[in-house]
């Protein structure tokens, strides 16, 4: 026990570290990870070490795919549907079927249903990896919309493939309609629980008495309860988490009644998924050895070739999917042309060659049974695991390197017409401001007049109105006004050091309490937060 925990504790400090250092190469950390796991896997000595898939669906899975829910915007999730639903439904069946023939015909023994296994494995690109890869170079915000949105449920529909998949090979009895229709009730079912279940955290956030650690405490368990309450049932706990993930995303604004808990939850999700995220992709590198010992009847070359062919199959299946779904759609449906710009050639490419693997599908490779039930050896189950785990490193690897300079390459750009960030968020701070001294206006001027702190109130929001309509102007101005406000931030963030040094000096004094300093630090934090984020 004391071992594990020594070996799982060495491999989070190497992770962090690997992950500093990615970040100072500018490289995707999670493929940095599996480069680095692998690489440390073939020192001679090295412990084996084994994921178990139990591990990864149970105690990774859920609150991995709850953090991704929680930052994808519902509004832009529903306005990209179409092509999200036609990459995580439509592509994923699509990469099933033909992986299946494919595999079946020309891996000897392979049997249609095994294929089908095998499509259902490796068809659903990883979330983590596609946008740590995107995050070192500008794209349009509509890509990281649908990105982020297909990672989000292909999982669920390849899982369920995979599901149907592995009761064929087991019983040797397959029906397309029933799974068809089985498809259905499995997503539905699993919507309807986890939305049932975020409803219930809904209640207990809003009405009863919670405190910000019982808050950040209910939004670490919630992910479980819909994964666990939606698989008890057969259901999808993938779709459970999402669903509910979504819901509860879109009502934050009422769960979290106080800043104190958003500010809470939100750091300690962030240190969590950088924790579960960081340990498994090193993981996957280190899993290799202990995938290669289990090859048995097959030889380490013909099982590479079978992972290439796999690799180029699945990479060239999605190229050869986005375009289509991109313009048909377009072509048959008018108010499809009305309503959105044309997509061009760029974004589906992008879309295309982000189609990267990781976890998910390792850990339901891993998942495969020893034995079927005639207690026969699983047919395959070590190739496939191989092949799985080739296909992750050759589109972590490759697809992940060349991403970025593709990006680069064809210089893409927004065709939305969106108005840019920084200019979205100092409008909507503006109409906060105004909003407020309206209602100082209307409600509290006896008061304003009679009162210093009050009239200081306003003089100050006041003043920040001024500057933050001087910020709007200077971003479609000339170069002096952007001077302006360059200088006017470095200020800011002088003065905070400044008061930074200060704190030290007066907790060294001890004439005021920790918890006064420590208040005043969040202050100050949070307001050069603030700069660095108008920056």
Same mark, same amino acid.
């Given at each position: 026990?004391h071992?594990?925990? *020594? ?5 989070l ?18 493929l ?8 440390v896997?073939f020192i001679?000595?090295?412990? *084996? ?9 149970l ?5 991995l795919? %709850? ?7 519902w ?10 639903s ?6 994923v069946?699509?990469?099933s079927?033909?992986?299946a023939?494919?595999?079946?015909s ?5 049997t ?17 990896a596609a ?11 509509r ?17 369920i ?6 009761a ?13 229709v089985d498809?259905?009730v499995v ?14 955290a809904y ?21 479980? &309860?819909?994964y ?5 049932f ?13 819901? *509860?995303?879109?009502r ?5 009644t106080?800043?104190q808990?958003r500010l ?11 924790i579960?995220?960081?340990?498994? &992709?090193?993981l996957i ?8 010992n289990?090859?048995?009847? %097959? ?42 710009a ?10 295309g ?6 976890v998910?599908?390792l ?10 039930g005639?207690g ?5 189950r070590? *190739? ?5 785990f080739?296909?992750i490193?050759i589109t972590?690897?490759f ?6 300079a593709?990006?680069?390459?064809i ?36 008061e304003?007049?009679?009162?210093e702190l009050?009239?200081n109130l306003?003089?100050?929001l ?6 933050i ?8 101005c000339?170069?002096?006004?952007h ?6 931030n ?24 920790d ?9 100050i934090?949070?307001?050069e ?7």
């Amino acid at each position: 026990m004391h071992y594990n925990l *020594l070996q799982y504790l060495i491999l989070l400090a190497a992770a962090f570290l690997l992950i500093m250092l990615a970040k100072k190469l500018k490289i995707a950390y999670p493929l940095f990870l599996v480069i680095a796991g692998l690489v440390v896997s073939f020192i001679p000595g090295m412990p *084996l070490v084994e994921i178990d898939p139990e591990l990864i669906f149970l105690i990774f899975l859920p609150p991995l795919l %709850y953090e991704a829910a929680w930052y994808t915007s519902w509004n832009e999730f529903w306005k990209w549907k179409r092509p999200i639903s036609l990459l995580a439904f439509g592509l994923v069946i699509f990469t099933s079927t033909i992986v299946a023939f494919v595999s079946s015909s020309i891996i000897p023994g392979f049997t249609l249903a095994m294929g089908f296994l095998l499509g259902g494995i490796i068809s659903p690109p990883d979330a983590v990896a596609a946008t740590s890869v995107l995050k070192f170079v500008k794209i349009p915000k509509r890509i990281t919309t649908i990105l982020e949105g297909e990672s989000l449920v292909n999982d669920a529909s390849s899982l369920i493939v995979f599901r149907f998949a592995l009761a064929a090979v087991l019983t040797g009895h397959f029906s397309a309609q029933e799974a068809a229709v089985d498809f259905f009730v499995v997503t539905l079912m699993g919507i309807v629980i986890g939305l049932a279940v975020a409803h219930v955290a809904y209640v207990i956030h809003r009405f009863l008495p919670t405190t910000p650690s019982i808050d950040t405490a209910f939004t670490l368990i919630a992910p479980y &309860f819909m994964y666990l309450a939606a698989e008890q049932f057969h259901f999808s706990g993938v779709m459970a988490v999402v669903s509910g993930g979504l819901f *509860l995303s879109f009502r934050s604004h009422e769960v979290f009644t106080t800043g104190q808990s958003r500010l809470q939850t939100v750091n300690v999700w962030a240190t969590l998924a950088l924790i579960l995220n960081g340990l498994v &992709f090193i993981l996957i590198g280190l899993e290799l050895p202990a995938i290669v010992n289990g090859l048995g009847n %097959y030889s380490l070359a013909e099982a590479w070739r079978y992972g290439l062919l796999m690799s180029i199959l699945i990479i060239a299946i999605r190229m050869a999917w986005i375009f289509p779904a991109a313009f048909i759609p377009r072509y048959l449906f008018k108010n499809i042309r009305r309503r959105e710009a044309h997509p061009g050639w760029k974004g589906p490419l992008v879309i295309g060659w982000a189609g990267m693997r990781g976890v998910v599908s390792l850990a339901a490779a891993l998942s495969l049974p020893l034995v079927t039930g005639k207690g026969e050896p699983f047919p395959h189950r070590n *190739l496939i695991i191989f092949i799985t785990f080739v296909v992750i490193l050759i589109t972590l690897v490759f697809q992940g390197l060349t991403l970025p300079a593709i990006v680069k390459f064809i210089k893409i750009r927004e065709i939305d017409p969106l108005v840019p960030d920084d200019q979205q968020e100092l409008g909507v701070k503006l109409r906060l401001m105004k909003k407020s001294i309206e209602r100082l206006n209307q409600h509290y001027a006896t008061e304003v007049k009679q009162s210093e702190l009050l009239n200081n109130l306003k003089i100050d929001l006041e003043n920040n109105v001024s500057i933050i309509g001087k910020r709007l102007a200077s971003l479609d101005c000339d170069a002096s006004q952007h001077a302006e406000v360059k200088t006017y931030n470095k200020v800011l963030k002088e003065l905070y050091h400044v008061q930074r040094q200060e704190l030290y000096h007066i907790r060294k004094e001890k004439a005021f309490s920790d918890e006064a300093i420590r208040k005043q630090e969040m202050q100050i934090d949070l307001a050069e937060t603030s700069v660095n984020g108008q920056e």
